[in-house]
């Protein structure tokens, strides 16, 4: 490999790893700052205010969980759908990229192997457009809102493992950890999911706040 393309290469690592990092941490300080605004507005005394910190701190988990339980009860059944297929499409995405990883690093364990049928290796866009085109039909089939609701989270798991190897489909060949597979399509899909989800349930837990505090 010439050393152009292993700076490439690292660059590309890099990059891929500060969004990771990034997503991670926005995760994190959406869980803190609601926790925090919970702690401040319910019942559970503030960490001045008692001796018990760790006590405080469960009623102010336990009452976090049930504005989000709550607002999302409240939210429309379209809302619900649409944060069901991002979750998954977000959730999808990170298993299969960590588990590839795991299986390009250290080969096949447990769980963690290649599907293949006789010599053929499966890629997994393989099950993501039979999910996808399943829900999705039976979506249309059903016509019911609270089926979709349901029917959104393999919906987003089939979209999720068909577009993590859209470089793939593009190409024509394996190029999966490649600079064209590493920074393709798949970040920026998967970065778009991540803020569209943060963004409803940002939504979702303001309901859940004005129901339960």
């Known amino acids: 490999m010439s050393s152009r393309r292993r700076r490439v290469r690292r660059r590309l690592g890099l990059t891929t790893y500060a969004l990771g990092a990034v997503a991670l941490g926005t995760v994190g300080a959406v869980a803190a700052l609601e926790l925090s605004r919970v702690w401040r507005r319910g019942s559970a005394p503030l960490p001045n205010q008692t001796d018990d910190v760790l006590g405080a701190a469960e009623t102010a988990s336990r009452q976090t969980v049930e504005v989000a339980v709550e607002g999302y009860r409240q939210a429309s059944v379209r809302e619900n759908a649409l ?34 049928i006789g010599r053929r290796h499966i890629h ?38 068909t ?19 590493i920074l393709s399509v798949q970040v920026t899909l998967a970065v778009i999911g991540l803020l569209g989800t943060l963004e409803i349930v940002r939504r979702t837990l303001q309901r859940g706040e004005q129901r339960v505090l």
């Open 163 to 181: 577009l993590d190897e859209s470089a793939l489909l593009l190409e024509m060949e394996d190029v999966y950890w490649t600079e064209e597979g």
């Open 83 to 116: 944060l069901n297929l991002l979750s998954a499409f977000v959730l999808t995405f990170g298993f299969v990229r960590t588990s590839t990883w795991l299986i390009r690093s250290r080969g096949q364990f447990g769980l963690f192997r290649n599907f293949t």
């Open 124 to 161: 997994h866009f393989v099950p993501g457009i039979v999910l996808a085109f399943a829900s999705g039909g039976a979506a249309l089939v059903t016509r019911s809102q609270e089926a979709e609701r349901w029917l959104a989270i393999p919906f987003g798991i089939g979209a999720a493992l």
